[in-house]
């Protein structure tokens, strides 16, 4: 009997839960013989009130491993990471939604009331019609990374996280030792050729594909920062490689920083400024700076402007 | 006061949702809801963002349709920006739209779908599920879990990302193909045609012909359907066409994408987090009463194979031909869900093909000249759940003013819930119930895969 497993998602897109399947045939023997996946509403039925639905306080079995993906967003994720905690022993958070907010926390720049009122008054939405309140879950203030509200044991982030190192985890985990993972930054995993300061002074919108000859390797092709793109791999987290080049940059396309900073509690906005200017590059170029906190924007990082902010920085 | 069965959460299913079925004094069913548990306000929070940025941001909103979302983003900001991608950004795009509509499909039918057939709807919930199929049937298994990484891989390599693409590009697409690229995609497509049509025929045997009851009577439902079609010849379309609104009766009128908010309403209960698109144009107001429902029609693969006049691949419009004698046009049984994404299946391996051998596909002309700027711009594309609606208008500097989404999956949550209470009312009398037959009413749900 393998090791009892429990997966669950909060405010998740499904695509962590796709990267665990993207492990691939290596799968097959973990979820068959090494793990024995006790709740996964994603791939098995297991229900929180019985399998009849008579209970009414929600369960999930003990487990020896837990893993949740996605951000903390409303009452109801609150009660399943609460419960998660409870019963696994180790508890993982998946993905940058669980690690870092991810993209979801964008909202928590804005006024989420607002925000949500407006949603509901769209072009095609009926007049009248109002946020949905009766047996749907209550949100919260904001939307929260995991270890906002319970003790995380380990984090991996990625949006969507590297399959090879969820494996990695995963065995780590069932062998008892500390996981190999990179610990630096997305710069350094990347080939590309750098040639040190140019004549680069501001950045520019990615409207033009990047410098590069089809077909030859990455590291023929110029850094895409001395190129005058903001790429943000300089201030993101290391992981995403997977054919010898980070990912986006193996499709010629500048890095937006979803594996999180590259220190667990960093600011990627605050770094990507100190590496801008040390590269000699105007920050005030950048158009809409907040989006730098795109994919870390819990744990306050990312809040509300105030109206008078709002219009200094336009 | 009756009771009130919980199904939460509804699994194998791609999103966040419930089943309350609420019983009476006697232990029939009074009511039935599939609540809609999650929202997360991606029309607000894009607002501001750079136009450009956005396909790279609203892929999120669905990690197992990532490239939809993307694509129907790029369309829009297309439209904002007021350009037109080079043919050859257009066709690299389209092509990595079917090649992830191959995997979405393998990835229903096989790991969240077939447990329900090759383990039977009343197998323990323990085994119930993909890691049972593996053991029950490990062979196929072995089969499928290649192929689908197959397909995972050929879309990771050639654009970077499988899961929240990035190549995609207002004006076209980041990087070229070289012919290198060519070749070895056209093989792994030509790998994965041959398992689609294995696919088809295995599950014409051991699926629908042996459900062919279930099929017949399990969250049986009459609505409208909503699909997209080719311009000029009316056949099957899934990057870019006209939008064909079908009434249950096979009447249909085609619109213009550009146009969809004269065609189309959203709906608002208070009790899912989804709003429920419903026909306007009908006329008719919005109902919920599967047997007599106003306004409602359904989208995703039954929709499309419903509404298209053919298919234009050639297996693919054999396929079709044989479902349509068998069941008519519009078919109405929502398994038959099932059976339709298959010849889709089929299709997106064909079409994958076709792209490939088109000799234009490794120009090296991907991405058309681009400034922003103040616009608006409509991107549709059909999703595997469905016609997916990205409106956005731009200010002066091409960032995002406001923007308007209808998802795929939305278009089916009135039709859903139409389903479960059907199936929950016809499976459960007098208080008898139990977890097969509760999995039962999940499974009309799963069959929409939402
Ligand atoms: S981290 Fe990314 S892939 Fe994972 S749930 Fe969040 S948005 Fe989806
Ligand atoms: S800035 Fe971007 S392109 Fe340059 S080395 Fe870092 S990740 Fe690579
Ligand atoms: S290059 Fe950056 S944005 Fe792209 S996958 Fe890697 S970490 Fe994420």
Redesign the interface.
């Known amino acids: 009997m393998g090791v009892p497993t429990a997966l669950e998602?909060l405010?998740?897109?499904?695509?962590?839960?796709?990267?665990i399947?993207?492990i691939?045939?290596a799968?097959?023997p973990i979820?068959?013989e090494a793990l024995d996946?006790v709740h996964a509403?994603?791939?098995?039925?297991?229900?929180?009130?019985g399998?009849?639905?008579?209970?009414v306080t929600m369960e999930i079995p003990e487990a020896t491993v837990g893993i949740v993906t996605g951000g903390v967003?409303?009452h109801?994720h609150v009660e399943v990471l609460e419960e998660m905690r409870k019963k696994c022993k180790v508890l993982i958070a998946l993905g940058t939604c669980a690690t870092h907010g991810?993209?979801?926390a964008?909202?928590n720049?804005?006024d989420?009331k607002t925000?949500?009122e407006?949603?509901?008054q769209?072009?095609?939405?009926?007049p009248g019609?109002?946020v949905?309140?009766?047996?749907?879950?209550a949100?919260l203030d904001r939307i929260y990374a995991c270890d906002e509200k319970v003790k995380i044991d380990m984090q991996l982030p990625g949006?969507?996280p590297n399959p090879a190192l969820i494996a990695e985890v995963i065995v780590s985990l069932l062998e008892g030792r500390p996981p190999v993972l990179p610990g630096k930054s997305v710069c350094d995993t990347c080939p590309t050729k750098r040639e040190g300061k140019g004549a680069v002074t501001t950045v520019k919108?990615?409207?033009?594909?990047?410098e590069?000859t089809?077909?030859e390797p990455i590291s023929e092709m110029r850094c895409l920062l001395e190129q005058g793109y903001m790429c943000m791999g300089p201030v993101t987290a290391a992981g995403c490689a997977?054919?010898g080049a980070p990912?986006?940059?193996?499709?010629?396309?500048p890095c937006?920083g979803?594996f999180g900073p590259v220190r667990k509690d960093g600011n990627q906005l605050l770094d990507m400024m100190n590496a801008l200017a040390s590269n000699g590059i105007d920050f005030n170029s950048v158009?809409?700076r907040?989006?730098i906190l795109?994919f870390s924007g819990a744990h306050g990082m990312l809040r509300p402007v105030k109206k008078r902010i709002e219009e200094e920085e336009s | 006061m009756g009771?009130?069965?919980?199904?939460?959460?509804?699994?194998?299913?791609?999103?966040?949702a419930k089943?309350?079925?609420h019983l009476n004094d006697a232990g029939n069913v009074e009511d039935a809801?599939l609540?809609?548990?999650?929202?997360?306000?991606f029309?607000?929070?894009?607002?501001?963002?750079?136009a450009?940025?956005v396909p790279?941001?609203v892929n999120?909103?669905?990690?197992?349709c990532?490239w939809m979302h993307h694509l129907a983003s790029n369309k829009a900001v297309d439209g904002c920006f007021g350009v037109t991608p080079t043919p050859t950004g257009h066709k690299l795009r389209e092509m990595c739209q079917v090649m992830a509509h191959i995997n979405d499909k393998i990835?229903h039918f096989f790991?969240?779908a077939a447990p329900d057939f090759v383990l039977g709807p009343d197998a323990d919930?323990?085994v119930?599920?993909?890691?049972g199929v593996?053991?029950a049937a490990p062979e196929l298994?072995?089969k499928v879990?290649?192929m689908?990484?197959l397909g995972?891989?050929m879309l990771?390599?050639f654009?970077?990302?499988?899961?929240?693409p990035?190549?995609g590009?207002?004006?076209g697409f980041?990087?070229?193909m070289?012919e290198?690229e060519r070749q070895e995609l056209l093989e792994g497509s030509r790998t994965l045609l041959d398992f689609a049509c294995y696919a088809l025929d295995f599950a014409k045997t051991n699926v629908f012909a042996k459900y062919m009851d279930t099929i017949g009577s399990l969250g049986v439902i009459k609505t409208g359907f909503l699909g997209t079609v080719d311009r000029a010849d009316g056949s099957f379309r899934i990057y870019d066409g006209r939008q064909r609104l079908m009434k249950a009766d096979g009447s249909y009128v085609d619109f213009e994408g550009a146009d969809?908010?004269e065609y189309?309403?959203?709906?608002?209960?208070?009790?899912?987090?989804s709003?429920m698109?419903y026909a306007k144009s009908w006329g008719e107001g919005?109902n919920l009463d599967y047997e007599n429902p106003k306004g409602i029609y359904r989208a995703n693969t039954l929709a499309r194979i419903n509404v298209c006049d053919q298919m234009s691949t050639p297996k693919a419009q054999a396929a079709l031909e044989e479902f349509r004698a068998a069941f008519g046009r519009p078919a109405q049984a929502t398994l038959l869900y099932h059976y339709a994404r298959l010849i889709e299946l089929v299709y997106a391996c064909e079409r994958t093909i076709e792209l490939l051998e088109w000799e234009g596909i490794t120009d090296?002309n991907?991405?058309a000249?681009?400034?922003?700027r103040a616009g608006r711009g409509v991107g549709i594309v059909e999703a595997p759940r469905g016609t997916l609606i990205h409106?956005y208008t731009t200010d002066d500097?091409?960032?995002i003013k406001s923007a308007?989404l209808?998802v795929g999956t939305t278009h089916n949550i009135a039709p859903m819930n139409m389903s479960v209470k059907q199936a929950a009312t016809s499976l459960i009398k007098g208080g008898v119930?139990?977890?097969g037959l509760?999995?039962q009413v999940?499974m009309a749900v799963r069959a929409y895969d939402p």
């Open positions: 998602w405010g998740s897109c499904a695509g962590c839960e796709i990267a399947l993207n691939g045939e799968l097959v979820i068959t996946i509403p994603v791939l098995m039925d297991h229900k929180y009130f399998q009849c639905g008579e209970g967003g409303n109801e991810g993209i979801p964008l909202m720049g804005q989420r925000s949500w407006g949603i509901y769209t072009l095609t939405t009926d019609a109002t949905p309140t009766v047996e749907v879950p949100p949006c969507p919108r990615f409207i033009t594909n990047a590069f089809p077909g997977k054919l990912s986006c940059i193996s499709a010629r396309v937006r979803c158009v809409d907040r989006s795109r | 009771t009130v069965l919980n199904i939460a959460p509804v699994s194998r299913i791609e999103g966040h089943i309350a079925i809801f609540h809609i548990q999650s929202l997360r306000g029309e607000k929070f894009i607002e501001g963002r750079p450009e940025e790279r941001i999120r909103i669905c990690g197992i990532p990835l790991f969240l919930y323990a119930r599920n993909v890691i593996v053991k298994a072995t879990v290649k689908r990484q995972q891989m990771d390599k654009a970077g990302k499988a899961i929240h990035i190549a590009v207002v004006g980041a990087k070229p070289v290198a969809y908010a189309l309403g959203e709906h608002v209960e208070p009790w899912a987090y709003k698109p919005f090296p991907v991405r000249r681009v400034e922003p409106d500097n091409g960032c308007n209808i119930y139990n977890q509760l999995n999940e």
